[in-house]
């Protein structure tokens, strides 16, 4: 499972509250990433980190910012929770496989509903 | 715009059958595709990859097959079993966004006994 944790695995919030997800990793990847599941939508990027302190946009990043302050964790932050971020959240790392592309692995996920 | 599309939401096979999955993207810079399987309630699983200088990639009972010229490709699982009931999401990387990955919006396989 490349060592990702993801917590809480199941939130409940309402409208306007701050949400924060954590990802932990335990074997010193690089990138991390967080994308959100959608029915009809797939797996949609929301940002990535490249390092400590190095982050970038994804495709669905509004709404949504993140936090890289060690190697291990990569935080979710949404700052007033809506209902259109009710979703599952996974968090994965990139690892490089020995065909020379790199595989992406996933945390278990989080589900987070909005009220 | 979607730039990796499985245009199959669903798809039922019977055990035993091959199951073909596809999936179209639109970039001509991706150059590494993968496909993941998902169950309920757990994260995606990396299944198989295939590098775009080949046109096959063989592991066990899953196949991925890549036509470049098409943009097209596809996985095949013979025999199918019921385990492999799940959702088939395939992923498309380029090497000047080599950590950034597309993902379809999944295909879910139904493997009936």
């Known amino acids: 499972d490349a060592g990702i944790t993801q917590s809480p695995r199941h939130k409940v919030t309402e409208t306007g509250t701050p949400v924060t997800l954590r990802c932990h990793q335990t074997e010193n990847h690089r990138y991390m990433y967080w994308y959100r599941q959608d029915p009809g939508h797939g797996l949609r990027l929301i940002h990535y980190s490249y390092g400590v302190k190095d982050t970038d946009k994804g495709e669905v990043s509004d709404g949504y910012s993140v936090s890289r302050s060690k190697t291990e964790d990569f935080l979710l932050t949404l700052e007033s929770a809506t209902s259109s971020q009710t979703s599952v959240y996974f968090c994965?790392?990139?690892?490089?496989?020995?065909?020379?592309?790199?595989?992406?692995?996933f945390g278990a996920g989080t589900r987070l509903s909005v009220l | 715009d979607q730039q990796v599309k499985q245009n199959s939401p669903s798809l039922s096979v019977q055990e035993g059958r091959i199951s073909i999955l596809n999936c179209d993207y639109t970039?001509?810079?991706?150059?590494?595709f993968l496909w993941y399987k998902k169950y309920p309630a757990e994260g995606p699983t990396f299944l198989i990859s295939i590098s775009s200088i080949k046109d096959k990639n063989e592991d066990g009972r899953f196949t991925v097959f890549l036509n470049k010229s098409a943009k097209h490709l596809s996985l095949h699982i013979v025999p199918s079993q019921p385990g492999d009931s799940a959702v088939y999401f395939c992923a498309a990387s380029a090497r000047n966004t080599g950590n950034q990955f597309y993902f379809g919006t999944g295909t879910s396989l139904t493997v009936i006994p």
């Open positions: 994965a790392i990139s690892e490089q496989w020995t065909s020379g592309g790199n595989i992406q692995y």
């Open positions: 970039n001509s810079m991706f150059d590494y």
